[in-house]
């Protein structure tokens, strides 16, 4: 597989990511609270399914282990806010089965198999059990997420959500330096300044849009926040 389409495929859902991400932060800057939009659940579910192909390509077993704990939280997102009728039934049918057929391909398969990238050697085993667990810590919070939202019977992003992303994602950035994985790395330096943003809205912190003072771009703000649903 050649590499440059690789980290592409890596590239274009960490950017997905990432953008859920932007777009979640502008809303609650422009709310002054902590906000789940539908478009953080899509944008979600689409890179996640790109992000397991990159993690069987570059064969990590952390980015599979950690795509594969929460692609279904994100359905359920959906169907909290009320958003997942409103995708085409085929799409729908395709984001259900497609985790079930890619684990289906890992077990048959002779070169992308479970088992070759559990002994990938490019991977120490004391790596491995970092990234690993970097992964299911920074997946652990849509879990944490997941059964919050149940109790609430809406789909939320409470403070422990952001707590629980800033600590495994600095692992995970801890681990693309020494996997030396630039998908990782970029998505996680990026991703940790609005993790802890987040927090700091929680406990009251003035939004920053707040101390933007003209009219007319206070009015694009709103514009734009608006169109984010």
């Given amino acids: 597989m050649n590499t440059y389409f690789i980290f592409a495929l890596g590239f274009l859902a960490q950017i997905l990511f990432f953008g859920r991400t932007i777009a979640q932060w502008f809303k609650s800057e422009h709310a002054g609270k902590v906000i789940s939009p539908v478009i953080f659940w899509q944008l979600s579910l689409l890179a996640s399914l790109l992000m397991l192909f990159y993690g ?21 997102n959906l169907q909290l806010k009320n958003a997942w009728r409103k995708i085409p039934s085929y799409l729908r049918i395709l984001f259900l089965l497609a985790p079930i057929a890619i684990f289906a391909w890992l077990m ?34 849509f879990i944490y997420q997941w059964i919050y939202s149940e109790k609430e019977k809406k789909s939320v992003l409470p403070l422990g959500f952001w707590i629980i992303s800033t600590v495994g994602s600095i692992m995970i950035f801890v681990y693309s330096i020494f996997r030396l994985d630039p998908v990782l ?11 802890i943003r987040n927090i700091l809205i929680y406990f009251g912190k003035r939004s920053l849009f707040s101390e933007i003072r003209i009219p007319i771009v206070q009015e694009l703000i709103r514009k734009v926040s608006n169109k984010l649903k």
């Avoid at 390509?57 to 994100?74: A, K, P, T």
């Avoid at 990938?120 to 920074?138: D, K, P, R, T, Y």
């Avoid at 998505?187 to 993790?195: N, R, V, W």
Wanted: no cysteine.
């Fill in 185 to 195: 790395f970029l998505a996680h330096i990026l991703g940790l300044f609005m993790y």
């Fill in 56 to 76: 069987i390509f570059r064969q990590d077993f952390s980015i599979i282990l950690g795509q594969m704990l929460v692609y279904y939280i994100y359905v359920r």
């Fill in 108 to 141: 048959t398969d002779d070169h992308y198999s479970l088992i070759s990238i559990l002994e990938n050697q490019e991977i120490s085993s004391l790596l491995l059990i970092w990234g690993s667990a970097g992964q299911v810590i920074f997946t652990f919070r």
